[in-house]
């Protein structure tokens, strides 16, 4: 067996970086609690320079994650390194991860720099981060579409300067599965100082070619993998996590290498981040899709009920996702609650839990008996939930089929209610007018608006998820409740929160 493959894992800055990923920092410090317990080797935390609350939240997750290592982004100037080391210098394995471009097009048209230019910056800034942390990265950017006889010479600077982890990215999602073997093989053979450096690879999703070019760049030898989870990040994504833990898992055969992932915590891990982007798993999304373990045809099902490895790979349990989810219900007790929360991959305060406790209770009021579908979906909400500045307090509305609706809303800002009426084309669209006639916020935009039943049955929690864009981001709220005019109203007033607490924060500069 070759040693074991690094997961590098880079949701919550490649992935976060996607439109309509964005998340705060409560979402991201229990997206780095989930992999920390997923073993993921490094989280990159965020890219410091970007924003006062990038920064916040990368220094956040350095503090409290001990079993990984944390990453900050930093492009190849003093400024970028300097803010990148002050976020991560507390973490108990801090990497700083440094990049410039190296392809041909991108030098011309975006550096503006000469070959020899890049050279020089490479050497002064890898020499620069190193002298602050043990531990630098550093990756030349477009590499798949560099000349390789430049590689080499970056390359070799950057570890002669320092870096202890090259990367090679596949930054538009370009190559093919060939020919990112050909280019790991022909760096191991010709970059000096390489065999004592982690070689590293980060590929986009474009050719959607990213998992298997970055399983070619392992059997050429690469000792990391950069990934997302669910494979979010700029436009067609960057290669899924899952993906590449789960084959290196199940072709071990093939690849002789392993991971230290703990693969029963990929569906958990998987869930909270499509919850939180506000996304449903594609029903036939390699590993964790809904369909990824069912099998329809009679003929399959007769094969996998005979001897399951007729048609099954992996075992539904490899990734966490149980048969047995237990049901709770109003007779439920607290012990019971919070075991199951623990199961489930939180790890809550005394106090959240009999704060959630309190709410199970109220929906168990609601609704017959509460899935493991319902308790993610209270905790994740709770995590979403933002009520810095508008809170509901209570609305009306009125609907008819032939009349527009009237909405009469109620909020709570600065311990203050304040109410207004509005008309709309139905009871939802007279609710968001009224919150509307009653923020202050800055100009936004509705847009998308979903609803879905987190679990089966006509008493089931309706959970409302709404994009608002505001300036260059798009902003997820989530509300959820047994009364879907209720969710609605609750995931406007979550988007529009948090719309107005990165306002208060400083927007990520996306000119960088
Ligand atoms: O895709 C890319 O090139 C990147 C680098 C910053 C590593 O994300
Ligand atoms: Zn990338």
């Given amino acids: 067996m070759k040693p074991s493959i690094r997961i590098f894992d880079t949701t919550l800055r490649d992935g976060e970086q996607a439109p309509g990923c964005s998340m705060d920092l409560n979402e991201k410090l229990e997206v780095a609690r989930h992999l ?21 939240s990368i220094s956040a997750i350095a503090r409290e994650i001990k079993d990984c290592t944390v990453a900050s982004l930093a492009r190849t100037t003093e400024k970028d390194i300097d803010a990148a080391y ?59 579409r560099s000349d390789p006889e430049f590689l080499i010479q970056v390359f070799g600077t950057a570890i002669k300067n320092g870096a202890t982890i090259i990367n090679v990215p596949d930054t538009v ?40 070019n970055s399983l070619a760049a392992v059997t050429a030898g690469a000792t990391q993998v950069e990934c997302t989870v669910n494979g979010i990040g700029e436009r067609a994504g960057n290669a899924a996590l899952e993906e590449i833990v789960m084959a290196l898992n199940t072709r071990k055969d093939y690849f002789k290498a392993s991971s230290r992932v703990d693969t029963t915590q990929i569906y958990r891990t998987s869930k909270l981040v499509y919850s939180i982007i506000g996304v449903a798993a594609p029903p036939n999304k390699s590993i964790v899709g809904t369909g990824a373990f069912s099998h329809e045809s009679g003929i399959h099902q007769h094969g996998v009920l005979s001897e399951p490895t007729t048609y099954e790979i992996m075992t539904p349990e490899s990734i966490g996702l149980s ?36 709410e ?3 929906l168990c009021d609601n609704m017959k008996s509460v899935s493991d579908d319902d308790i993610v979906a209270l905790i994740t909400n709770k995590i979403a939930a933002n009520d810095s500045h508008y809170k509901l307090n209570r609305f009306e509305v009125f609907t008819s089929n032939e009349a527009r609706g009237t909405c ?10 304040i109410e ?7 009871p939802i669209d007279a609710a968001y007018n009224a919150i509307d006639k009653l923020v202050v916020a800055p100009h936004r935009t509705l847009e998308d608006y979903s609803i879905h039943s987190v679990s089966e049955g006509k008493d089931a929690l309706g959970e409302v998820v709404v994009k608002i864009k505001s300036g260059e981001t798009t902003y997820t709220g989530r509300g959820l409740s047994t009364n879907i005019i209720e969710s609605s109203v609750l995931a406007y007033i979550n988007g529009i929160n948090k719309i107005l607490k990165r306002g208060d924060m400083g927007a990520k500069a996306r000119d960088i």
């Fill in 36 to 56: 920390e317990r997923l073993k993921v080797d490094v989280i990159e935390a965020g890219f410091a320079i970007a924003s006062p609350g990038d920064f916040e």
């Fill in 420 to 426: 207004d009426v509005a008309l709309g084309h139905g």
């Fill in 360 to 362: 199970f209770k109220k």
């Fill in 86 to 144: 002050e976020a991560v210098r507390h973490a108990a394995s801090p990497l700083i991860h440094t990049f410039i471009s190296t392809s041909p097009v991108h030098m011309r048209y975006m550096m503006k720099m000469t070959p020899e230019q890049v050279l020089e910056r490479t050497a002064a800034m890898v020499a620069y981060a190193a002298k602050k942390c043990p531990d630098v990265e550093f990756s030349a950017q477009d590499a798949t």
């Fill in 323 to 358: 048969e047995n989810k237990l049901v709770l219900g109003k007779h439920s007790g607290r012990h019971a609650f919070a075991d199951r929360i623990k199961t489930l991959g939180f790890s809550l305060s005394e106090e959240e839990i009999n704060e959630r406790f309190i």
């Fill in 173 to 212: 999602g370009y190559t093919t599965p060939e020919e990112m073997s050909r280019l790991i093989s022909t760096l191991r053979e010709r970059v000096s100082g390489i065999d004592k450096t982690v070689i590293s690879v980060h590929c986009h999703d474009d050719l959607g070619m990213a998992v298997a």
């Fill in 408 to 417: 009469v809303m109620s909020l709570v800002y600065n311990d203050e209610i």
